[in-house]
Structures are given as C-alpha cells and as structure tokens.
C-alpha cells in the first residue's frame, strides 16, 4: 500500500485561506468516504481534526472544513491563525482485507 | 477523560525483540478497535498494525507482517505490540490511537493518541 501523496509545504499570511491537498487510488480516498485529517505540532501527538472526508470532532473551529472530489481529498483553513502552523496529515481507509488505513505523507503549513 | 499510555520502548540491536504496552483509561476498553501507528525520525506518520474490539481481527501493514504481533487483555484494558526481528528502518516513535471500524463508528479513526515511546534499533 503506497502513501497518499501530499505538498511537502504550504505556507499562508494570517487571516488568510489555504488548502492542503491528498491524491490517493480509486482503492483508497477514491473509493470510500473515509478521509481523517490530522494536525500534529512538534514533539506532540496528532490531533484528529476532520473524519469522514467533512466531519469535524467536537471542538475543532469550523474554520477546519474537508472535502473530496475522486481521488483527491482536501482540507481547507480559512482565517489562518499562528497557531494553525503544524504538520498536516491525512489518512484513508483502504478495505478492511489487507493494510486498513493509509496516511499520507505530510505537509508542513507555516504562517507567515 | 481518555488516556492512552505507552511504555516498552528503548535501545535495541538489530535483530533484536521489545514488547510495547499502551494503558488505556476514560472509556470502555473493549468496545474499541485499538492501533499502533508509528513516526520515524523527521518523518511522516505511518499506520502499523490493529486489532478488534475481542482480538479475532489483526491486519499489519506490509514492512511488519511475519515480524510483529499485536495483542490486547481487555481485563486489564491493555494493548501490546510485540516486535522481534527488529531493523534499522523500524527506528520510531510509536503511537497507541483509539481505532474503529469508519463503517460503524461516530467519531472517526484515531480520536485519541498516547503521547508515544521512542524504540531505537541500532547497534
């Protein structure tokens, strides 16, 4: 199972949009509408911030939004804040018969 | 309030075993999927093994399978991660995340994560 394929870097000034994109197979992203995003800053745990390609957990700001087109999925966030800079990291679902979950490889956002 | 711990991890030699463990608290244990992902240095995440909720379902990615074990004593809300034949590139921090089955659950896959343990394979 290869990893989704992700910007290295995105950067944003704040108060501004950016989007992270994660291109994946019609056997990953493409083929179920289970797409979580996660923000992870250095040296701490990932945070779950978008499930089921639009989904936000309780208490993640609704300026966090995901969408998906095909084989593409995306996570946007508007009205960028100094604390948004982090890595970024998506993940699908895969089948339930071989490796389930797949991650993407990261993308780190900085705000300028 | 969920808490995952994670403990086991060290140095190690190439070739070597460890046996990770993940204490898991704030909610009920055996109603979950569980996983282990881990982090190389610098690197991205990557999803390693998991299990069902009574242990009769185990899928690992491919660079562990035949290598590691995962396991779990919902008596003692526990889960383990078993490594042996253990390489360089197997050098990573490892997470314990509250999993699920996206068909059926409400919260998504990996809503909770441990604070992680480091395992250094290297001689």
């Known amino acids: 199972q290869s990893a989704l394929t992700q910007p290295r870097s995105v950067s944003g000034s704040p108060g501004q949009s950016v989007t992270i994109s994660c291109t994946g197979t019609?056997?990953?992203?493409?083929?179920?509408?289970?797409v979580s995003w996660y923000q992870q800053h250095p040296g701490k745990a990932p945070k779950l911030m978008i499930y089921?390609?639009?989904k936000r957990p309780s208490g993640v700001p609704d300026r966090f939004s995901g969408s998906k087109s095909g084989n593409t999925a995306s996570l946007t966030i508007s009205g960028l804040q100094a604390e948004d800079e982090a890595d970024y990291y998506c993940?699908?679902?895969?089948?339930?018969?071989?490796?389930?979950?797949?991650f993407g490889g990261g993308t780190k956002l900085t705000v300028l | 309030e969920v808490q995952l711990v994670e403990s086991g991890g060290g140095l190690v030699q190439p070739g070597g075993s460890l046996r990770l463990s993940c204490a898991a608290s704030?909610?009920?244990?055996?109603?979950?999927?569980m996983s282990w992902v881990r982090q190389a240095p610098g690197k991205g995440l990557e999803w390693v093994a998991n299990?069902?909720?009574?242990?009769?379902?185990?899928y690992y990615v491919d660079s562990v399978k035949g290598r590691f074990t995962i396991s779990r004593d919902n008596a003692k809300n526990s889960l383990y991660l078993q490594m042996n034949s253990l390489r360089a590139e197997d050098t990573a921090v490892y997470y314990c995340?509250?999993?699920?089955?996206?068909?059926?659950?409400?919260?998504?896959?990996?809503?909770?994560w441990g604070q992680g343990t480091l395992v250094t394979v290297s001689s």
């Open positions: 299990i069902k909720q009574d242990g009769s379902e185990k």
């Open positions: 704030g909610f009920t244990f055996s109603s979950y999927w």
């Open positions: 089921d390609v639009s």
């Open positions: 995340a509250r999993d699920c089955d996206p068909r059926q659950c409400q919260t998504g896959p990996f809503d909770y």
């Open positions: 993940c699908s679902y895969a089948g339930s018969y071989h490796s389930p979950w797949v």
């Open positions: 019609s056997s990953d992203v493409g083929g179920y509408n289970y």
